[in-house]
Antibody, heavy 117, light 108 residues
């Protein structure tokens, strides 16, 4: 059974870079039909898609975040990662990773990231 | 960007009754629409894709319908575990994938 698990610092200072990793188990990151995505949810609010990556390296980002986001994949470790630069308090959220075939099929449990000095 | 609007924001229904949740797209998304259920402290769970195709393990009391710009999620007889927040998401015109703001289904 496919499982995803987010990991990374829970506290990031303003203007710094948020970095999270999603570890995939019970399945293969190098699946031709799967993209791997990141979605976030600010406290008490709805869902926002951040971006997705295919294992060959194709990436798609939300235009609202594109200038600050990088998603990468490491097939040898069955992981994919998110970097969000120049964070502010508005980036405080729960960050979810998901297997993404247009819709989000399988989700990780989420990682809470707070931006604060 | 396709804007998704869900209504109502909050729906109060008694257990055993039927709940109908709506999702409207700002442009035609054909049937490229998914529904998710999110319970407090949990990740969202995929319920439907293709507007009406039930995901694995989703009970038959849940049904999805619609096409174009108007979509509906119906729960025929509410169980206690169904009270949650429900989101719709379009994947017809992306990036970006866009979600509705959610409907909170609460116990009346």
């Amino acid at each position: 059974q496919l499982q995803l698990q987010e990991s990374g610092p829970g506290l990031v200072k303003p203007s710094e870079t948020l970095s999270l990793t999603c570890s995939v188990s019970g399945g293969f990151v190098n699946s031709d039909t799967s993209y791997w995505g990141w979605i976030r949810q600010p406290p008490g609010k709805g869902l926002e898609w951040i971006g997705s990556i295919h294992y060959i390296g194709s990436t798609y980002y939300n235009p609202s975040l594109e200038s600050r986001v990088t998603i990468s994949v490491d097939t040898s470790k069955s992981q994919f990662s998110l970097k969000l630069e120049s964070v502010t308090a508005a980036d405080t959220a729960i960050y979810f990773c998901a297997r993404n075939f247009y819709y989000m099929e399988v989700w990780g449990k989420g990682a809470t990231v707070t931006v604060s000095s | 960007e396709v804007v998704m609007a869900q209504s109502p924001a909050t729906l109060s229904v008694s257990p055993g009754e039927r709940a109908v949740l709506s999702c409207r797209a700002s442009q035609n998304v054909i049937r490229n629409l998914a529904w998710y259920q999110q319970k407090p402290g949990q990740a969202p769970r995929l319920l439907f894709y293709g507007a009406s195709i039930r995901a694995s393990g989703v009970p038959a009391r849940f049904s999805g319908s619609g096409s174009g710009t108007e979509f509906t999620l119906t729960i025929s007889s509410l169980q206690s575990e169904d009270f949650a927040v429900y989101y719709c998401q379009q994947y017809n015109d992306w990036p970006p994938y866009t979600f509705g703001q959610g409907t909170k289904l609460e116990i009346k």
